[in-house]
């Protein structure tokens, strides 16, 4: 961006309306005070406004005082000393702002599947921009509308789906997420027993590169898929080939940040989720520049970009909507567990403080994994598994299993003092909203024990070690599906 390019954001630290916090926002409900709100600690009290870099380093030279200390609190190269003040410049805020309630407006199109039409393929998309958006969100607006054209086609040739597809088009994202987490709340019990998975996308092009994050069970599909699809930038290599050119392996990211309109169904209810999309950071994000004209001659000239994502987007709906055995894998999720604990042992902890019980119950969940893996396979390959494929309440209760394995990584409890966050392995980071933390409970823990350290703080670690140990001891009981 130019000097003179500003980039805007919501300031608010919460997810969905903020006056009815863990209930549906809806006409006529239950609303708490602006005073509730304000002592909530979700919302700013110091009214604040985004600035350019041109504005703001002529506001700063003219701060004098003391020098501040440390190097995070001096610029790069050729930039101003930063100094703490007080004066002798002066800035005038004008705030005109409206606090009110207004009505935003959620787009649901439905495909209803015929042999389970009661489990649900979610694809989610929001509708709502800062400025015009054409990277975030409008790219992802217009894969979903093409992935949706895609579908009808099908149908037009005689598709059906086995499940029942969803498309949502969300409103009001950008203030926090609002549309999303709202539907969310309203339909928590339904969503909670049916949705197969949700998959995201928000920004689907800010530039080259393929990047995916995903609740581990996904990976091995979204690698499958991601083998099916051409490279938009190179036509005689796959998606995946140039996902893994640095590397031996692609990197997939987590949801553990709040960052789009899939924390509502992973962080709050549980559901297997992804989020695709092409280029990683991009210059005008939040930005007047982000625009067509950006989009045609920087993001993606020819468009290809914006056709692989809906590939992907649509092959992978497709493989979750029509495979008669989910294509879930926990094992890759008991090596992502695995490698979130073997980072907590690095971390300097009070001798108070044992990982037993969380290591004991990763192991026991590699086991569960392992074991419907193999029930898997037994299904498949065994002489008598097309009699098997008629008894429709065994792959039923199979993918039923599958399925709820993520719910049993939530707490209703929630995390401590952020109880709308019920997922102990996947949350936002408490100082970081875009952060993703493994086990944030204990993440918070630890910190808030390093700050006081005292053994009351330390044995709250390890109550959270405890909690975290306990639920994955309840997915491993669903995975393997027997009663203790």
């Known amino acids: ?49 985004p600035i350019s870099w041109a504005d703001g380093d002529v506001i700063i030279r003219t701060v004098d005082g003391e020098v501040g200390n440390g190097g995070d609190w001096q610029g790069g190269k050729d930039s101003p000393v930063y100094r703490v003040g007080p004066g002798p410049g002066v800035v005038n805020l004008t705030y005109k702002g409206k606090q009110v309630v207004s009505k935003i407006d959620n787009v649901v199109g439905i495909i209803e599947g015929t042999e389970e ?43 059906k789906p086995r499940r029942t597809i969803i498309f949502c088009n969300w409103d ?8 999303s987490t709202e539907w969310v709340e309203e339909n928590r019990n339904m969503l909670g027993s049916k949705v197969v998975a949700y998959l995201n996308v928000d920004v689907a092009v800010g530039g080259p590169g393929f990047e995916a994050s995903a609740t581990p069970q996904l990976d091995e599909l979204l690698v499958h898929v991601a083998k099916q699809v051409m490279d938009p930038d190179n036509s005689s290599q796959s998606v995946y080939d140039s996902w893994v050119s640095s590397t031996n392996n692609p990197k997939m990211g987590r949801l553990g940040g709040g960052g789009s309109d899939y924390a509502a169904f992973v962080q709050h209810i549980g559901v297997p989720s992804a989020d695709l999309s092409f280029g990683g950071g991009y210059p005008v994000y939040h930005s007047m520049y982000d625009d067509f004209t950006w989009m045609k001659k920087f993001g993606d000239p020819m468009f290809q970009r914006h056709v692989a994502v809906a590939s992907l987007w649509g092959l992978v709906a497709l493989k979750l909507a029509d495979d008669e055995l989910l294509p879930f894998n ?10 979130s604990a073997e980072e907590l042992k690095d971390r300097e902890l009070n001798k108070v403080v044992t990982l037993v019980p969380l290591l004991k119950s990763i192991s026991e969940f590699e086991k569960a994994a392992t074991k419907i893996n193999d029930e898997r396979e037994a299904l498949i390959e065994s002489k ?6 008629k008894d429709g309440h065994k792959i039923r209760e199979f993918n039923d299993r599958l399925m709820m394995g993520e719910r049993a990584f939530t707490d209703r409890e929630g995390l401590s003092g952020r109880s709308w966050y019920k997922h102990l392995i996947y949350a936002p980071s408490k100082h970081d909203d875009y952060g993703s933390k493994s086990f944030p409970g204990i993440d918070d823990a630890i910190e808030k024990a390093k700050s006081v350290n005292t053994t009351e703080s330390w044995l709250s670690v390890q109550h959270e070690i405890w909690r975290v140990a306990r639920v994955i001891t309840q997915a491993s009981l669903c995975l393997v599906g027997k009663l203790t």
């Open 1 to 49: 961006m130019p000097p003179s390019g500003v980039q805007v954001g919501s300031v608010y630290g919460g997810a969905g309306d903020p006056t009815t916090p863990g209930w549906p926002s809806s006409e006529g409900c239950e609303r708490i005070s602006d005073e509730e709100v304000e002592k909530s600690g979700d919302v700013p009290l110091i009214p604040s406004l």
């Open 384 to 389: 008598g598994w097309k009699s098997m494929w």
């Open 330 to 339: 926990y094992h890759s999720y008991a090596l992502e567990l695995q490698k």
């Open 117 to 159: 039409p009661d489990r649900f393929v979610i694809l989610g998309n929001h509708r709502d921009a800062w400025t015009f958006g054409a990277v975030d969100p409008n790219s992802g607006t217009a894969c979903l509308l093409e992935v949706a054209e895609r579908m009808y086609k099908l149908q037009k040739k005689g598709w």
């Open 172 to 179: 009001a994202e950008e203030y926090g997420l609002i549309g």
